[in-house]
Structure formats: structure tokens, C-alpha cells
């Protein structure tokens, strides 16, 4: 008899998206002519063409596999040179991180569930509430939770509370944890974290022997100078936090999959008898024995973001996915809607006309707009009362869910 990893049951059955996408299905049914008019804001999925320049470099790589001469097999595990060198000085310039500190791989998605691995039992982890749920349940898969309350929340995680009043980005907690996660710019709230906000995150980090997970997928959204994209900017960083970045909104490659994880030398976590170790050493050989490196052609794609034209087009891929959640965020303030979010991100944060829940907001904008939102309550019960709308759309349909949210609620 086969013995099955019973963390799994303790996982709330992928609540929202199959919820979200099981009432847009019974509303197709029961209204076929409405239907039609369906716009989707939901899920954080790109919907615009690739950059030029990675098609071309993609379509080279795939050239170079054509003919035996340049045929390559497999790449080395940790990515190939030319992309870590890409990263390194093109993402990291003057941030002190080497070719050698970064691992690429299929996704960041993976890459923050992986990261685990090489952390033991019995750690104190934080989350922010609201969260990407992958932190939560990959923790609850790897048996570093106990069972979900009524509340979703799970026994045994700290969880730290993001609203309003603290502009959705949670300051250290009192206690001391282990691990952390953190994300800015934030999904699903588009909330940034200033200088000023990151520097406690690692002050409190080396004053208590924490371990920072910092997500910043979405730093390519990031418009104002003066807002961080990197943890690696704020001093003492490079002690004690783990950053992950994707080319999968910087570049629109959600479905060409290529991301990276930069492990500092310098980031060190103990054995049970008090012995320091290098997070680098573990990661390397964790993806050296798990992981046969993102393939060759994907590679090439990634590493033409960072050329000159590029970057140009990265850039205006940006600029119109900033330009959609400008119009998005403009539209529910008019009809007097709180709204956080869609200045550094492509997430626009929205608070619930009063007295609705995230679900009967959700209902009412399917049903009354045929335009599908997420229910804020989905991301965590901090969520309750907000909804997230998704930048990532043509301008065209985003100029039509403005009119329909003004039509709506005007
Ligand atoms: C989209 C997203 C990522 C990127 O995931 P990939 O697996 O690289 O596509 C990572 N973190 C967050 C919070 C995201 O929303």
C-alpha cells in the first residue's frame, strides 16, 4: 500500500478561480445573448503579443537546434551564461548581485512553492492577508501548517494583516518569525512598498534571524523613481533575503515560461547544532538535482529583453498595460469607489460600494456589466469587502468596462 502525502487534504479545493470561473459558466448558460459581452478583468494572465525582439531571438534558437552543428542537448541546470550575465548586469547593475547568485528557471510560481526544499521543519512563517495563494498552500503541502479554521486561515501561520489603513503593506509584526514572504508590487492589491517600508523589513530581518522571500514579479510596472524594484536596494539585503522575478509579465511570457531566483552568497540559515549554511550551496543543488535548466530557445527570448530594442519594447508593452489601469482606476473613482493600486502595478485595488461583500460585488458586475472581477475575499479574509481588477487587457475592452463600471454604479 501506497502511503499519499496528507498535507493535500488539509488544502481548501482551489476555491477561487474553479468558484470564479464556475459562475461565469451558469451565467453564459442562462443568459446566451448577454454572454456575448463578457469582458474578463479576473485572472493576472498578459493578452498582448510578444515583444519582437524575443520572437527573432526565439526563432533563432530554434534554428540553431536545426542543425547539428549548433544543435545543443542539454543547458546547464542554473541557466546558461549568456541569460544569468543578462540578468546580472541588466536587472542588478550597481546592485552587487553576480551572473553566479542567479538561477533561471520555468516560473517564478514554482520557483517560490521549490524554495522550501532546501528550508527545515518546525519554522515560524509569515504571509501578508491578503496573499498569492501558491505561499500558503505550497507551506501547507510541505506539512509547515495545521488545518484550516473556518476562516481559511491556516493553524500555525502568522498572518499579517494588510487594509487601508495601513496602505496594504503590513509593517513588521511584534513577534519573531523565520521565513517571510513578501510581494511589491503586490498581487492582488497593487500596493508598493517605499524605501522607508522595506528598510524595517530588513532591519527586523537581521535583528531576528529572518529569512525574506521577496517577490517582485511585477517590478516592470514600477513607474515611480523613487519606489524600490528590488530588495537589493535597501542596505543589509544582501544578508538576509531571497528575491523572484519572472519574464512572465516583464516580458508577456506567461506562456513561454522563464523566470529567475537570486540566492546572495552572503544569505545564510542554521542546522538544528547552530552551524550557518549558505541558502546558495542548497539552491544550487537542489536545482542541479530537480531541475534540467529552461530550454534553450525560451533562454534566448528572455536574454533579447535586455537588448537595446528590447527594452523599447518591454517598455511600451508597459506603458500599455499602465495606460489601461490609469483608465480603470480613473473610472471607479469617479463613481466614488476606494481604490488602491494601479500606480506601480497592473492591479488596480478596489474597495466594494457599501455594505457588499467581494462576492455580491462580483455578482453584480457579471450579472448588471457582464465583466468579471476577482473577489478580494479570494486572496484572504483581509480581502472581504475589495475586489481586483486586472490591467491586462486590449485598450479597447478596457475603455468599455470603464463606461460599463460608470453605467453601473454612475
Ligand atoms: C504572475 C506571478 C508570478 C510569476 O509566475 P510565473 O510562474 O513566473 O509565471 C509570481 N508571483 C506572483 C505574485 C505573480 O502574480
Known sequence: MA??????????AGYLFPEISRRVTAFQQQNV????????????????????????????????????ASFKGYGPEQGYAFLREAV?????????????????????????GNILDIFGKGNRIAITDPVYPVYVDTNVMAGNTGDADTNGAYEGLVY??????????????????????????????????????????????????????FDSAYEAFVQDPNVPRS?????????????????????GFTGVRCAYTVVPKTVTAATQDGQRIALHQLWSRRHSTKFNGASYPVQKAAAALFS?????????????????????????SAVGLEVFGGINAPYVWVGCPEGKTSWEMFDLMLHEAQVVITPGSGFGAAGEGW?????FNSRANVEEVCRRITTLLG
Open 160 to 213: 499579517l494583516k494588510c487594509d487601508a489603513s495601513n496602505g496594504f503593506v503590513a509593517p513588521p509584526p511584534a513577534e519573531k518569525v523565520d521565513l517571510v514572504y513578501l510581494c511589491f508590487p503586490n498581487n492582488p492589491t497593487g500596493a508598493v512598498a517605499t524605501r522607508e517600508q522595506l528598510q524595517a523589513w530588513v532591519d527586523y530581518a537581521i535583528a531576528n534571524d529572518t529569512v525574506i522571500l
Open 231 to 251: 530588495i537589493y536596494e535597501i542596505a543589509g539585503a544582501h544578508q538576509c533575503a531571497l528575491e523572484f522575478r519572472s519574464f512572465s509579465k516583464h516580458g
Open 308 to 332: 537595446a530594442e528590447g527594452k523599447v519594447q518591454v517598455a511600451a508593452l508597459i506603458e500599455h498595460y499602465m495606460g489601461n489601469a490609469a483608465l480603470l482606476r480613473d473610472a471607479c
Open 88 to 112: 546580472a548586469t541588466n536587472a542588478y547593475a550597481n546592485l552587487n548581485i553576480s551572473a553566479d547568485e542567479i538561477f533561471i528557471s520555468d516560473g517564478s510560481k514554482c520557483d517560490t
Open 33 to 68: 445573448e448577454k454572454a456575448a459581452r463578457l469582458i474578463r478583468c479576473g485572472i493576472g494572465d498578459v493578452t498582448e503579443a510578444l515583444p519582437e525582439a524575443a520572437i527573432k531571438a526565439m526563432h533563432e534558437g530554434v534554428d540553431e537546434l536545426a542543425d547539428r
Open 3 to 12: 502511503f499519499i502525502n496528507e498535507n493535500f487534504l488539509k488544502l481548501k
Open 387 to 391: 475586489f481586483r481588477i486586472s490591467a
